[in-house]
Each structure stands twice: as structure tokens, then as C-alpha cells.
């Protein structure tokens, strides 16, 4: 029974995960504000940045402006994609998931964003997401929309890491400081 009613609670949010978040103007945007009651926005961009330095093996190739005075920090980074349903209708890139991020600190909390979001080969040449989303929402192939609607939950998830990873890095370093 409670099994059942387990099942019945995540319906929602697994059928919701399928779907990209689209802002007001039309473009994948994934976003989270994050609070840290009590930490400083310095402590927080240092924190933010010492997640870039970790996650990124190059994060001076990564990092394309970094303002201190106004706790901003923005990027560009590409993740291997790892997408298992592969599309082979046309040539879409699976090798990597292209973006670019902005973290911008304030005192106690952090606004995380990724966005300009693309499928890229391994040569790293791109197609925003949204393109490929319009296109393969409206094939008459109920087959092929159901494989867009798989990745765009693998893509989902990529994100959900990304911020997790970020999340956990900054409450490590919150916990290491004394």
C-alpha cells in the first residue's frame, strides 16, 4: 500500500522532468537560488569558485568573467553527454552537452544558472537545445517523440548533477573552514 501511494506521489514530478525549463523567453534555462543563512557573499564566490576549479579540468579555459566586488563568476563548459537513447533519426550530436553557467553571490545565498544550452559532437560543434526540442516535438513519429522525451529527461539529470555536485561542494567548503 504505501508502495502504491509512493508510486502515485512521484508520477508527477518523474512525467514533469521531461520537459525542458523554458523561461518567459523561450530558452532552456536551468536555474536554482540557493540559500547559506550566515556565509558572506565573499566566502560564497570563493566557494563557487573553488567548485569551478574542481569540476572543470581546465577552469581557466572555463571561467570567461569573474567579478569579485559583485560575486559574479561566469562560464562556459561542456559535459560528457553519457545520453544512452540514442536518436538516429538525424545527425544529432551525443558526445557532449554544451553551456554556458553564471554564480552570482550575494550575502547568503547563490543564484546558479545554466543556460544557452546545446548538443555537441566531438569536435564540439553545437545545436541548441531548444532547436532540437521544437524539432523533434513535432515529428508525426510517435516512436521518435518518445526517444526526445527519454533524453530530454537524460539531460534533465545531467543538470540535477551539476547542481547537486555544487551544492555538496559548497557545503564541504563551509564545513572546512574554521
Known amino acids: 500500500m504505501r508502495t502504491t501511494l509512493l508510486l502515485f506521489l512521484l508520477i508527477p514530478s518523474l512525467l514533469s522532468a521531461q520537459e525542458l525549463p523554458y523561461n518567459n523567453s523561450g530558452m532552456a534555462v ?7 543563512p550566515g556565509q558572506s557573499k565573499d566566502d560564497l564566490h570563493k566557494y563557487s569558485r573553488k567548485w569551478v576549479d574542481d ?6 579555459e ?3 568573467s569573474e567579478n569579485l566586488v559583485d560575486g559574479e563568476l561566469m562560464g562556459k563548459g561542456y559535459s560528457e553527454s553519457n545520453l544512452t537513447h ?14 554556458k553557467f553564471s554564480i552570482s553571490s550575494r550575502d547568503d545565498k547563490v543564484r546558479l544558472r545554466f543556460y544557452s ?3 555537441a559532437d566531438e569536435y ?6 531548444e ?3 521544437r524539432s523533434y516535438r513535432n515529428k508525426k513519429s510517435q516512436k521518435t517523440i518518445d526517444a526526445w522525451v527519454h533524453r530530454v529527461g537524460e539531460i534533465n539529470a545531467v543538470f540535477d548533477a551539476l547542481i547537486d555536485s555544487y551544492k555538496s561542494s559548497v557545503f564541504k567548503s563551509i564545513d ?3
Do not use: C, H, K, T
Open 131 to 133: 532547436a532540437i526540442d
Open 176 to 178: 572546512d573552514e574554521f
Open 86 to 99: 540514442v536518436i538516429r533519426i538525424s545527425m544529432i550530436p551525443n558526445e557532449y552537452i554544451g553551456y
Open 62 to 64: 572555463v571561467i570567461q
Open 55 to 60: 569540476i572543470f579540468v581546465q577552469s581557466s
Open 124 to 129: 564540439l560543434n553545437g545545436i541548441a537545445i
Open 30 to 36: 536551468y536555474e536554482r537560488i540557493l540559500d547559506y
Open 117 to 119: 544550452v546545446e548538443l
